[in-house]
């Protein structure tokens, strides 16, 4: 029961916040510092879910070896990414190489 009520605060809380924007639209005015820090916020989100699923795939513990092949496909899109900075190359390459670094690792 204790979890039904959570998720009906988080709930609550969620419609709270995105009517009272809705509402209040343009009438609240935010600082341009306040603007530039909450542009960060998309990044640091998406950074915080991807990288422990990185660098422990499978919860327990850090796997910094070769045989993890998320890790390899990481560091493999990041490489392309820099280089060519190009997101539809990123991702297919990266995923191209996810798939087969695990593929080769149920090989060896």
Do not use: D
Not at 19 to 32: E, H, T, W, Y
Not at 42 to 61: D, F, N
């Amino acid at each position: 029961m204790n979890n039904t009520w959570m998720i009906v605060g988080m709930m609550a809380i969620t419609i709270t916040v995105k009517a009272l924007i809705f509402v209040l639209g343009n009438r609240i005015v935010l600082s341009q510092a306040l603007k530039e820090a909450l542009s960060f916020v998309p990044v640091t989100v998406l950074t915080a879910i991807i990288v422990p699923m990185i660098l422990a795939p499978h919860g327990a513990s850090i796997e910094l070896s070769w045989r993890n092949p998320q890790l390899i496909a990481a560091i493999a899109a990041i490489a392309v990414c820099a280089v060519t900075r190009h997101q539809l190359l990123t991702i297919v390459l990266g995923l191209a190489m996810f798939f087969g670094w695990q593929y080769y690792c149920t090989l060896a």
